[in-house]
């Protein structure tokens, strides 16, 4: 059954690891849903999180492939039930008179921040769940959506 997977990978923080890591995958022909990657507590390490789909053959496969590059340390394939999974949202939605409060009222739902308004447009910025975040966005279609801009999704075991 094909279903996303997070890889939580542990690398020397050393140029061209994330070249090597996005490589293994185009070289194999699997899709990265998304990839967030930061400097850990220790400068020497990064982490970095990866979203692949398929099924479990295709995530022991990923797993092992990604344990065997140069600079990796240690790769965790993460149970999303067992953990804190959070992606960040910036989305810019078409604003007139005549729909201001409604899109107000959608991002009191959601706990939403307004970051900007301007006569023509608003800036929302949302902290949640990916599907969350997808729910968020699917209701403001109708209004026009000016730009998405999503980060990857981040893991952190409970």
């Not at 090597?20 to 990657?37: D, E, T």
């Not at 067992?82 to 201001?100: F, I, Y």
């Not at 921040?113 to 729910?135: F, N, Q, Y």
Request: glycine share 6%; hydrophobic share 40%.
């Amino acid at each position: 059954m094909e279903k996303e997977y997070i890889l939580s990978v542990l690398a020397h923080n050393n140029a061209g690891v994330l070249q090597r890591i996005s490589g293994l995958f185009s070289r194999r022909c699997y899709n990265i849903k998304s990839i967030v990657a930061t400097q850990t507590a220790d400068p020497e390490y990064s982490e970095i999180h990866i979203v692949v789909q398929g099924d479990d053959r295709i995530a022991r496969q990923v797993n092992k492939q990604v344990s065997k590059l140069v600079d990796v340390e240690e790769v965790t394939l993460l149970q999303q039930e067992s953990c804190v999974v959070r992606e960040h949202l910036l989305l810019k939605v078409n604003r007139t008179l005549g729909n201001s409060e409604k899109l107000v009222e959608i991002a009191n739902v959601f706990h939403a921040g307004i970051l900007s308004v301007t006569p023509t447009s608003m800036v929302l910025e949302l902290t949640g769940a990916p599907a969350e975040l997808d729910s968020f966005t699917e209701l403001f279609q109708p209004y026009g959506i000016l730009k998405v801009l999503r980060t990857g999704t981040m893991a952190m075991e409970k």
